[in-house]
């Protein structure tokens, strides 16, 4: 039984049993094993861990942020790929891996100071609680030893630790972005790290940084307000001019899933939808689907009589909808937008058609990942724009290199795309003429309805503009930007990276365009 323990134990907690008391090796290290494994029972724990995975994985898998970390690991005098090897050659040994992500905390620390995707993982509690396992490991791993100088030392090595990061030489270059990171993230050596602060704290500070104060109340006339609705989604059947510039795809390879949706896809759709949804005209929320399995049943019976006539009931084409401001102490219209809520029962619908719509486009790569990220599942699409135009602008500057950038972000883009737009581009990415015509036919005759807090406005027919809350219209909206996207695209190059990969020029998260080229004219 000592001998399989032993085994099991990590190289570093291995040792011979002692002559005088042969099971007291044989307890220490069942006790460190249990310390151990009842650290990652802790919920707290494990996500921390996670996050520090999460964070590796991210250099892992992106050669731009990979050589960027690499940068500041030489501006604070720390080797070059420290973290990953650290991490990959003990990625089965938590211990290990909270000990590397403490040491090499400022690297991270600095970057995520630049690239807003770390910086959840890099706060007090967490770092305070990755201190405090690496300490009460290393208890344990010394008191296996059963030797007490080599104890003080391991102990004394643990305070090494905190008194390098307490005293890291920064190069000028590092010492501002340094002190942001302090005043951002209250980072502090980890000597500190055992002070309390509290989960209210961080959050009133992540509110004030990134969240935007939104307030105000409509006070224009119901008059205006109905003319305002009318004009921004009249003009039915706009006719679209030809335009020779527009992509034209190669028939798929792999074709669109047309038959009917079983049950286990309705099933799955209202288990992943929350609960807390409000629920629209109808007046049923998904918890009423939630909790009522033959209920399901009885609406997937009638999503299949939907789908086999391709025509949607007419009581789903109908929205409520309610005013949300867009900045503080918002009053005038223009300063709102709206926010539909729909059906229960047509969303989940919907949901199923966005689901084979998704899967048919990424499937026949008509759908560019690295140029459009919106509505593409499993794609962190702001994190990863941000971070490659950053690196891209960083590289300009440090090769003296030209580059242009411009961001562009349309008007009440949603509000104006034409609805023959939408249809031309599901006729050009080669969608089935069954499910083009159940989609339009969602659209046709549908209305909208606004209310604020002191009245209820006309019914208004959506002719043009897609609906917000509508489970498909914003996958219809990312379909058709795509398109737009990826015609732009040939008459321009984009930069050339420092590894060599030529960016592609546009880059788009719904309709949020950042252009990058090596000159003004071609960013024109």
């Not at 208890?139 to 630790?161: F, N």
């Not at 909208?448 to 002719?463: A, D, G, K, N, Q």
Request: proline share 5%; glycine share 6%; aromatic share 8%.
């Amino acid at each position: 039984m000592s001998a399989v323990l032993l085994e099991a134990q990590p190289p570093w907690r291995r040792q011979p049993a002692s002559s005088q008391w042969p099971e007291r090796p044989l307890l220490l290290m069942s006790l460190a094993l249990v310390v151990h494994e009842g650290l990652l029972s802790q919920r707290s724990v494990a996500d921390a861990v996670a996050v520090g995975r999460r964070i590796v994985g991210h250099f892992k898998h992106s050669d731009l942020a990979y050589s960027r970390l690499e940068d500041i690991q030489l501006q604070i005098n720390q080797p070059t790929k420290r973290l990953q090897q650290d991490v990959q050659t003990c990625w089965n040994s938590t211990f290990y891996m909270i000990q590397s992500l403490i040491e090499q905390k400022r690297a991270l620390g600095i970057y995520a100071s630049e690239y807003s995707c770390l910086a959840s993982g890099l706060c007090w509690r967490r770092l305070r609680l990755f201190w405090k396992c690496v300490f009460l490991e290393h208890q344990h791993c010394c008191k296996c030893q059963g030797d007490a100088d080599e104890t003080d030392c391991r102990r004394g090595q643990s305070d090494e630790i905190a008194n390098e990061q307490a005293s890291v030489a920064l190069t000028p270059a590092a010492v501002g972005v340094t002190a942001q990171l302090e005043t951002y993230l209250g980072e502090a050596p980890v000597a500190q790290l055992g002070e309390v602060c509290s989960y209210s704290t961080e959050n009133t500070r992540a509110q004030k940084l990134l969240g935007e104060k939104r307030s105000g109340h409509l006070t224009c006339p119901e008059e205006d307000i109905n003319r305002y609705l009318s004009n921004t989604y009249s003009v039915r059947d706009q006719d679209l001019s030809h335009c020779a510039a527009l992509i034209c795809p190669p028939e798929p390879s792999i074709l669109f899933d047309t038959n009917e949706p079983t049950l286990k896809e309705v099933r799955e759709v209202i288990k992943s939808a929350r609960t807390a949804s409000a629920p629209g005209p109808s007046g049923v929320p998904y918890k009423v689907f939630k909790n009522c399995p033959r209920l399901v049943e009885r609406i997937w019976k009638i999503y299949r009589v939907i789908w086999k006539k391709g025509k949607v009931p007419q009581q789903w084409r109908y929205a409520a909808g309610v005013w949300i401001p867009k900045e503080e102490n918002a009053s005038n219209i223009e300063q709102f937008r709206t926010i539909s809520l729909l059906s229960v029962e047509c969303k989940t619908f919907l949901k199923i058609v966005v689901n084979c719509l998704t899967g048919f486009l990424l499937k026949n790569t008509y759908i560019d990942t690295s140029v459009q990220k919106g509505e593409v599942p499993g794609i962190p699409g702001c994190i990863k724009h941000t971070g490659v135009v950053t690196q891209l602008i960083r590289e300009a500057q440090e090769s003296k290199g030209d580059l242009a950038v411009l961001w562009l972000d349309l008007a009440n883009a949603y509000g104006s795309i034409p609805h023959k737009l939408v249809e031309l581009a599901l006729s050009r990415y080669h969608v089935p003429e069954k499910m083009r015509n159940l989609i339009l036919d969602y659209y046709n005759n549908f209305s909208l309805r606004v209310s604020s807090r002191t009245s209820t406005f006309e019914w208004h027919c959506l002719e043009k503009g897609i609906i917000t809350g509508c489970t498909i219209s914003v996958s219809l909206f990312a379909l058709a930007m795509n398109m737009l996207v990826k015609s732009a695209e040939v008459k321009c190059r984009g930069p050339l990276s420092r590894s060599g990969n030529r960016q592609p020029p546009i880059r788009a998260f719904m309709d949020d365009l950042t252009v990058t080229t090596t000159s003004l004219p071609g960013c024109r």
